[in-house]
């Protein structure tokens, strides 16, 4: 790793991943793609492209998890969800995910508090 660049992530969805598409990203994405196997339920089953163990592989030391969910007025074409009240309750569950990732030890937030 010491001859690898160390990779920064400015954007990555892992528990939209995690949680929407129902992903252990735990496991390595040849065994994600391979669970999904015969899925059609989401266009892009089997093309995953990301997991914590292929991350640490690619050195990626650092990155930008979201929490994503969009509230979406009545008639719109884009996807998202009809409330913000269930737009708000989505990313709490994905924050949730990423706290329990925290706790089993697959990745550590970095927190920056304003000092006065």
């Known amino acids: 790793m010491l001859n690898k660049p160390l990779i920064f992530d400015g954007h990555l969805d892992l528990a939209m991943n995690a949680l929407e598409w129902n992903r252990d990203l735990r496991w390595k994405v040849e065994e994600i793609r391979k669970s999904e196997e015969g899925m059609t339920d989401k266009p892009d ?3 995953g492209t990301v997991s914590l163990p292929s991350m640490r592989e690619g050195n990626v030391g650092l990155c930008m998890a979201t929490q994503i969910a969009r509230y979406v007025k009545p008639g719109s074409k884009i996807p998202g969800w009809k409330s913000p ?3 708000w309750a989505q990313t709490q569950g ?3 995910w990423y706290k329990a990732m925290e706790e089993a030890g697959e990745m ?3 927190c920056y508090t304003a000092r006065s």
């Open 45 to 47: 089953r089997t093309k």
């Open 94 to 96: 994905q924050l949730s």
């Open 108 to 110: 550590a937030q970095i």
């Open 85 to 87: 009240e269930q737009a």
